[in-house]
C-alpha cells in the first residue's frame, strides 16, 4: 500500500510527526485513529484538534483519504472488516468478521504503542 505510506508523508510535512494509524473499514463503516507528535508531545488525533494543534478540516480530510485509499485497494475485502496498521515505513493488512468489536481491536493496538 505505497499510497497509503505516501499519503501519511504527506502528512508528516504538516508537522505531526511519527504518525501510527489504524483503520478498521467495510463497505458501510469506517474509523481511522493514528497518533502522532507534535512539539515533542505525542497526542491521539482527536486531541490534537481539541488542544488547537492542528486544524479538525486537514485531519477530517486525512481520515478521508485514507479510507479512500484503503477502499480502492486491491487487497480491499467488502465482506469483512478490513484492518489496517500504518506508519511511515510500512503497513500491515488483516481481516475480521463485519460485526467484530472493534473498540476492542482498537484499545489492543493502542496497548502495542506504549
Do not use: H, P
Not at 26 to 46: A, L, P, T, W
Not at 94 to 110: A, G, L, N, V
Amino acid at each position: 500500500m505505497k499510497e497509503l505510506i505516501n499519503k501519511i508523508n504527506e502528512f508528516e510535512k504538516r508537522g505531526v510527526l511519527d504518525v501510527r494509524l489504524i483503520a478498521l473499514v467495510s463497505d458501510s463503516y469506517s474509523e481511522v485513529i493514528f497518533y502522532g507528535i507534535i512539539d515533542g508531545i505525542r497526542y491521539q488525533s482527536n486531541n490534537m484538534v481539541e488542544k488547537g494543534k492542528i486544524n479538525s478540516d486537514i485531519v477530517d480530510g486525512f481520515y478521508d483519504d485514507i479510507v479512500e485509499i484503503i477502499k480502492f485497494d486491491t487487497k480491499f475485502d467488502t465482506t469483512k472488516m478490513n484492518i489496517i496498521k500504518a506508519d511511515s515505513n510500512g503497513c500491515s493488512f488483516e481481516y475480521d468478521e463485519k460485526k467484530c468489536r472493534t473498540f476492542k481491536i482498537i484499545r489492543e493496538w493502542e496497548k502495542s504503542l506504549m
